[in-house]
């Protein structure tokens, strides 16, 4: 297994509180391994194996629990009132009625709960009434590229470090992909996308017309970094012969945000501070999908970038938006508690014009960033505004 020390450190800063602890993220990008971590971490501080309790709702000997009942008979005969215990429940999103359970057991038990999911709407409804101001979440994402150099054992300061990235940029981070063979990675990713699209998406949602979806998932990763309309977007399948409304657009958006596949980065008017409705800008949840959705074809590289960058953005734990300015946009506004940081990426810097222009517009004085997937050596900023290689800016420690 490899470390994911961020996301455990997180863990361990909340072990043995009353808070549960909520991990969500895309279909395998690391939760199962996360909690087996934190499961070996409980060993190394001596605690009996007979007080952890993990249960994997995807196994084979689990596929007949899934509804709240079944659960509690899975459960109860293994509580105990006179023992502190810890319980792990990997994808409980496939049990109707978890939320009700795991709330009785919270109310009951002297516990440390971890649950781990991979749809946003586990979040909602039930479980936010049941356990408002009682759960964290935590989000995890396929590998950073700093995780991707980890688990190939690549140093930072190789020279290798350039045919890593366009590796990474080309196959992401899914961890089984990274560590797998160069003849199987395709094969890897194809699977990782057509279970998340047919199984997650489509089979849970009851969506028989998986092309008009597929098409919607096509159109998306062609339009990295472009706002997208609903309503647009619908008349565009149309036009190319794919039977939709806007209803059904809106909802496959929302079904694939849902799954975690796609990401929305919200319009953000600077100037009026306050949230547009209009429209808003898609990311994928990973590079290397990409890949699959559009027939393994190049293109789009400067949507391609800001992709990388908004999902790195979200794993450091900033609220990413797409900035508007009057007329002009700034690509993301990221914002960490009290910090803004101001980023505008581009694949490489025009000759007759300065791509800091936009920031430059902004007044106040919150730290600004210009990003570049071009190196360029003899830059260190222009107007005052610093500019970094994608590659140096992944691997700069966090602030």
């Known amino acids: ?46 605690i009996d194996v007979n007080q952890i309790i993990y249960l994997n709702f995807e196994a084979f000997e689990l ?95 190789s020279r290798q470090i350039d045919q890593a990235f366009e590796e990474y940029e080309t196959y992401g981070g899914f961890p089984a992909v990274v560590l797998a063979t160069p003849n199987i990675k395709d094969d890897m990713l194809s699977g990782i996308y057509d279970t998340i699209v047919l199984n997650d998406v489509s089979m849970r949602a009851n969506i028989r017309d998986t092309e008009s979806l597929k098409a919607v998932v096509g159109f998306l990763v062609d339009d990295l970094g472009q706002l997208i309309r609903p309503a647009k977007l619908a008349n565009t399948l149309k036009s190319e012969g794919v039977a939709t409304s806007n209803h059904t657009v809106e909802r496959y958006l929302t079904l694939l945000e849902n799954a975690f596949l796609f990401y929305r980065a919200r319009q953000y008017d600077l100037r009026g501070r306050g949230y547009l409705r209009t429209a808003g800008k898609y990311f994928m949840v990973d590079a290397g999908l990409r890949r699959n959705a559009v027939g393994r074809r190049p293109g789009n590289y400067g949507g391609q970038l800001e992709n990388i960058v908004y999902i790195e953005l979200l794993r450091r734990g900033y609220t990413v938006d797409v900035g508007k300015m009057d007329t002009v946009e700034i690509d993301f506004v990221a914002r960490r508690v009290d910090e ?15 791509e800091t222009d936009n920031l430059v517009n902004i007044k106040d004085n919150y730290q600004k960033l210009l990003i570049t997937q071009r190196y360029y050596p003899d830059i260190k900023e222009i107007d005052g505004i610093p500019v970094i290689n994608i590659v140096d800016w992944l691997l700069r420690p966090e602030d």
């Open 340 to 354: 803004i940081l101001y980023v505008q990426v581009t694949y490489e810097l025009p000759k007759n014009s300065h």
């Open 1 to 46: 297994m490899i470390s994911r020390p961020t996301y455990l450190r997180k863990l361990i800063q909340l072990k043995d509180t009353d808070t549960i602890k909520i991990i969500t993220g895309v279909r395998r990008s690391g939760k199962s391994v996360l909690l087996k971590l934190y499961r070996d971490y409980l060993i190394t501080q001596k």
């Open 63 to 157: 596929l007949k629990i899934r509804d709240a009942q079944q659960l509690i008979d899975l459960l109860q005969p293994r509580l105990n009132h006179d023992q502190y215990f810890y319980l792990m429940l990997d994808e409980i999103q496939m049990v109707d009625g978890w939320q009700r359970v795991v709330n009785g057991i919270h109310a009951s038990f002297n516990c440390d709960i971890v649950v781990t999911g991979s749809n946003a709407k586990m979040l909602s409804g039930e479980l936010s009434t049941l356990l408002s101001g009682r759960y964290v979440e935590i989000p995890i994402y396929p590998f950073s590229f700093k995780e991707f150099l980890m688990a190939r054992k690549i140093k930072e300061n």
